[in-house]
């Protein structure tokens, strides 16, 4: 009754309200009106001499999301932009924390804890032992140290017991501008244990370098290392920041499975206009429209498997109106 409940609060429902002519009980149907996950579940209750049936129909798969990242009391980044925009679309979201700080750490300094390896998973073993586990994804981000991202890939592992499906999407969170800001181990980590098997793997220009050893100097150098990111093991690859020399235009490339050609990959690049001034959280914030946008996508456009160039295009969209009205806000308390 609990897993019901929470599946469909703040839900509109349709009910039918139906009388069995060939007996006294009455059924009701409760169809949520946003799709939610099959199969057919009956709950019966048995009240005085008539039997009332309450059925749910799970029509299609509803995303729910185990959203690990960090959290900070200021700003947003990480589980503190992430769950806000994916349950303003609409999508179920749980989060662990993996520290909680004053600030990000791009300010002269920070406090706050981060939490171990064993209390991450505690965690998860608290979800798994109510049965609530059962995530469509696993969406990752900051993670500080060595041991909680090998959390990371043991969740995964575990989710996937779960739910075979489980989809995957990854911000590998290590730097910006050329510089990481955590430890150089987690890169390998990253490298081995992560990157292969991750369906969604979203590195800015500096993170992709890292885990590819691959210098980006050109758009040449760019497909090398989306090419070295699926040997790795990555499924689809988007990189979401690329900057060539001196430009006013920020490039985007991905690259995902052809459904026509085994071993074999689409590509796509787009150019976005920058932007002045410099925006904490704009990758966590994509890799949560990402996620939000690959599944909407597949829905609406009856696939299996949505368009990542437009899934992509929607992302950017969004991120850009977010920032528009962030500069706008701004110039407005000046």
Known sequence: KQW???????RECTIKRETNQSSSSISFHLLPIHHIISPLIYLDFLSYSSS???????QSMEPNVLSIQSWVCHGYVG???????LQTLGIEVDAINTVQFS?????????????????VWELVEGLVKNK??????LLTGYN??????????NIRKTLQDINPHLIHVCDP??????KLYIPEDVVKVYQEEVVPGTDYLLPNQTEAEYLTGIPIKSELDALKALDRLHEMGAKNVVITSLYYGESDEIIVMGSSPSLDKEKSYNRFRIKVPKLKGYFSGTGDLFSALLLAWTQ??????SKQHSDLKHVTQKVLSSLRLVIERIIKSSTKTQ
């Open 103 to 119: 600030n990000h750490t791009g300010y002269p300094s920070f406090t706050g804890k981060v939490l171990s390896g064993s209390e």
């Open 79 to 85: 589980n503190k932009c992430a769950v806000f925009a």
């Open 296 to 301: 909407k996508l597949s829905q609406s456009e």
């Open 132 to 137: 609530i586990a059962n995530y469509s994804h």
């Open 52 to 58: 009332v049936s309450i059925a749910i129909q799970y």
């Open 144 to 153: 500080k140290n060595v041991a909680s991202l090998r959390n990371v890939v």
């Open 173 to 178: 969170v290590m730097g910006d501008n050329g």
């Open 4 to 10: 019901y409940q929470r599946r469909v609060r703040d």
